[in-house]
């Protein structure tokens, strides 16, 4: 079974602070995906990649940066974290290929800015 | 403007009775449709794909059906329990992208 880790459940950060959300896949997928879902707004794209030092912005990718090193690890980076940044943040990798594959999903990272 | 609608009431029915959800969508040419459930402080998890040239997919008691001639899929589960209770998410896969594009979901709730 594909295992994707999000390395915190629940996090508290201040206004103004640089926040790294990390994310680890075990299932040598080249796709990964960071998404934040707020109620209401269903799941909304922050950045995309598709392999190694690759990425792709999505359609919210304003105030976040990502970093992928290695294959497994994709981080997500608030640059100076805002209030309005409070949110639910999933992490997903999927296999690349010409058939769309199913996303496998983190269990999240409830982030609060305070 | 481009738009992926669930019904975002939730929706209650008695166990052993047949749920179906609906999602409905504009101006998107979706190549490839998916479900998936999200129980509460969990992330989703996928159920089934259909394909823009199907018609239905099953899968056990989860049946998809996909009419991009009315822009939509409906997705049922037949002899509900309440360990189906969760909310209920599409997802498209417009041709052409690389990107999903999710609903808000439809949380459903089955009664014992």
């Known amino acids: 079974d594909v295992k994707v880790t999000q390395s915190s459940r629940y996090l508290v950060k201040r206004t103004g602070e640089k926040v790294f959300l990390e994310c680890v896949q075990d299932m040598d997928h080249e796709n990964m995906f960071w998404y934040r879902q707020d109620p209401g707004l269903g799941l909304r794209l922050i950045y995309f990649?598709?392999?190694?030092?690759?990425?792709e912005k999505g359609d919210i990718p304003e105030g976040y940066s990502v970093s992928r090193e290695k294959k497994e690890r994709f981080s997500l980076i608030l640059e100076s974290a805002s209030t309005n940044q409070t949110s639910m943040y999933l992490c997903?990798?999927?296999?690349?290929?010409?058939?769309?594959?199913?996303?496998?999903f983190g269990d999240g990272t409830r982030l609060s800015i305070l | 403007s481009q738009k992926i609608e669930q019904n975002s009431e939730a929706l209650n029915i008695q166990e052993g009775k047949t749920a179906t959800l609906t999602c409905n969508y504009t101006n998107y040419s979706p190549a490839y449709l998916q479900w998936y459930r999200q129980d509460p402080g969990r992330g989703p998890v996928f159920l089934l794909l259909i394909r823009e040239n199907e018609k239905e997919k099953r899968k056990e008691r989860l049946k998809v059906t996909f009419d991009t001639t009315l822009k939509q899929s409906l997705f049922h589960i037949t002899a509900s329990q309440p360990a189906d209770s969760a909310t209920y998410l599409c997802?498209?896969?417009?041709?052409?992208?690389?990107?999903?594009?999710f609903g808000t979901g439809t949380r459903l709730k089955v009664l014992a």
């Open positions: 997903a990798s999927s296999f690349p290929g010409s058939e769309v594959q199913p996303q496998h």
């Open positions: 990649s598709y392999d190694v030092k690759m990425k």
């Open positions: 997802a498209l896969y417009p041709s052409g992208t690389y990107k999903y594009i």
